[in-house]
Every structure is written in C-alpha cells, then in structure tokens.
C-alpha cells in the first residue's frame, strides 16, 4: 500500500538558470516539492492557475475531453517515486467502475488533474526531496506568486 500526502499547487516559477519548475505543497503550507519541468508544460499548467482559457485546446484539455467522452473520469494523481532525478507519477482514472492506473510524467499528470479538478498526492518516501516554505520565502525575499 502506498501512503500519501495531499499536496497542491502553489506556482510555477523558473530557477536562476531558466529552468521551470513547478512547486507542490503540502495542505499545511510547511513543505514544498519542486518538480523540474519543461517550457510547454509550464504554460499548460499556469494557463489553468491564471484561470484562462487558450482560443483553441491544447493537449491536456484535448485529453481529458477524450477521456470524458470515453466515459472516463479523473479520481488523482499521485507523484510516486524519484529514479535518477527524474520524478514518476500515475493518474488514477474511473471508467466503468474500473480504476485505471496509467504512468506518466508528473507535469502531465499536474496539468490533467488541475483540468479535471482532481487531486493531487505525493508518495511519502518522497518527503525528504521536500523543502520547508519558510526557507524558500527567506531565500527569495518573499511570497510572490509567479505563474
């Protein structure tokens, strides 16, 4: 069995070096896991965080209305595990009154469940990738929101 955290999303923002990064955060506001991602899965999931909707969908909403209308509906998502550096993630979807659990790439997943409104977990042996928020608010001189 594998024990988990209920974490949101609290922004997307890019490091010193260019990279985006997505930051998870637990329901306490104590830890924060970032998640390197890249460019285009940045703007599919701060497009969702600003509340905009893009003129034509772009693949993540294509996704879930194929999966809407194949009867399918998003129960969450849960980061799983770290290889290499490299985060895991599944995506728990109903159909029938089956669970389907399909690997993915936890950017994709993130942009899924924000789409779907469903939420979001992260395995517990995941923990100590984690940073506390109040060093992070230290270190950058504030809460600035930057999606």
């Known amino acids: 069995m594998l024990f988990v955290i209920k974490m949101e999303v609290k922004t997307v923002t890019a490091d010193q070096g260019g990279n985006f990064l997505v930051l998870l955060m637990d329901g306490e506001e104590k830890k924060v896991l970032p998640i390197s991602i890249g460019p285009l899965e940045a703007q599919a999931i701060a497009i969702v965080l600003q509340g905009e909707t893009p003129p034509r969908p772009l693949t993540h909403d294509l996704l879930k ?11 969450k998502i849960v980061i799983t595990d770290i290889k290499e550096s490299t985060f895991y ?51 950058d001189g504030g809460d600035e929101e930057l999606h």
């Not at 690997?103 to 990738?129: H, K, N």
Request: hydrophobic fraction near 40%.
């Open 65 to 75: 209305s194929v999966c809407e209308n194949l009867g399918g509906e998003m129960e």
């Open 89 to 139: 993630a599944e995506v728990y979807l109903n159909q029938n009154s089956e669970t389907l659990v399909i690997d993915s790439r936890p950017s994709d997943a993130i942009a899924l469940a924000l789409r779907f409104g469903a939420p979001i977990y992260m395995a517990t042996r995941l923990v100590e990738f984690t940073y506390d928020y109040q060093d992070i608010i230290a270190r």
